[in-house]
């Protein structure tokens, strides 16, 4: 569903993706680790057709991003890092114009429009302009738009931040969901306990390269014996050097 095949970008004579290979199968949900500035975006970029690689392949659902562009798309959700909406739209207006965008038919997108609007506990503002909206409650229109049009390949770049315990963990359960019929996901998170709660697989990547992929169990037997038990918050420090943080505390 998603396959990335040597995956690289220069920004003049920086690389910030260098050669990534992977594959997110029907059903699976793949969570993206790495630092700050690691090229987790970047990489979400190219794999939705918004950055041209400088080499390597994206594919979704079998067509290239860079070559096939509106076929991968049409496939293809993406909940960006920055909930992008149109204020001068109301919330209701958003998820119409996503569902005709995304070809949804209207007698579903006439049920499930205010279905998602109360799932998200946004009725009373569905008819409010989004440029009144809150950053969590923006963030929960653009996750609502991409339940509405049901994608095959979905991307996550931090979905869950700005949202309230309550709806993060809707959302948890909406991409398992989403997962359990048949979509392939792609989640970049920061919040591990959710990589490890939700993903199937997991790749980490450092310096534009990734250091690490597997499940968390085959993550663990990778990093010796002495990982059994080990939280994903320790492999994934001793993976990316966090733990020099003790050192640079010194300094505090
Ligand atoms: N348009 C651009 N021009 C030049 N450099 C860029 C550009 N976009 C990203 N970079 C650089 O590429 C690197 C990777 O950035 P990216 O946004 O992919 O990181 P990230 O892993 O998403 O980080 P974060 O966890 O902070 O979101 C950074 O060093 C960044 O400065
Ligand atoms: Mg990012």
């Known amino acids: 569903m998603i396959e990335v095949s040597g995956l690289t970008k220069r920004f003049g004579t920086y690389t910030a993706v260098s050669d990534l290979s992977l594959r997110v199968e ?6 993206f680790l790495g630092p700050n500035g690691a090229g ?27 070559s096939d562009t509106l076929e991968a798309k049409r496939r293809l959700g993406l909940v960006p890092d920055e909930p992008f909406v ?29 279905e998602l609007l109360e799932m998200f506990e946004l009725t009373g503002f569905g008819g409010e302009l989004l440029e009144t909206y ?10 609502a738009s991409v339940i ?9 770049d931090e979905p869950l931040v700005g949202l309230d315990p309550k709806s993060a963990r809707m959302a948890k359960e909406i991409f398992r969901t989403m997962a359990a019929r048949g979509a392939a996901i792609f989640m970049c998170t920061h ?32 990093s010796g014996p002495a990982a059994q038990g080990r939280s994903l918050e320790e492999i994934f420090l001793e993976l990316t050097g966090g733990q020099e943080y003790a050192a640079l505390l010194k300094n505090l």
Do not use: N, W
């Not at 809150?134 to 996750?143: D, F, P």
């Not at 509405?148 to 996550?156: G, N, R, S, V, Y």
């Not at 990547?205 to 663990?220: D, F, M, Q």
């Open 191 to 222: 919040v591990l306990e959710i990589a490890e709660r939700i993903c199937d697989r997991i790749g980490i990547i450092l310096g534009g390269r990734l250091v690490a992929e597997g499940t968390l169990a085959e993550l663990r037997s990778r």
């Open 86 to 114: 149109y204020p001068k739209l109301t919330g209701a207006e958003f998820l119409r114009l996503t569902g005709d965008l995304y070809e949804v038919p209207y007698e579903v997108q006439r049920r499930r429009v205010p």
């Open 40 to 66: 987790k975006t970047t990489t979400v970029k190219m794999l939705t057709g918004l950055l041209r690689p400088s080499a390597g392949t994206a594919r979704i659902c079998g067509f290239d991003v860079a």
């Open 148 to 156: 509405l049009h049901e994608p095959k390949a979905l991307i996550l």
């Open 26 to 31: 029907p059903g699976r949900i793949y969570g």
């Open 134 to 143: 809150s950053h969590g409650m923006r963030q929960k229109v653009v996750l």
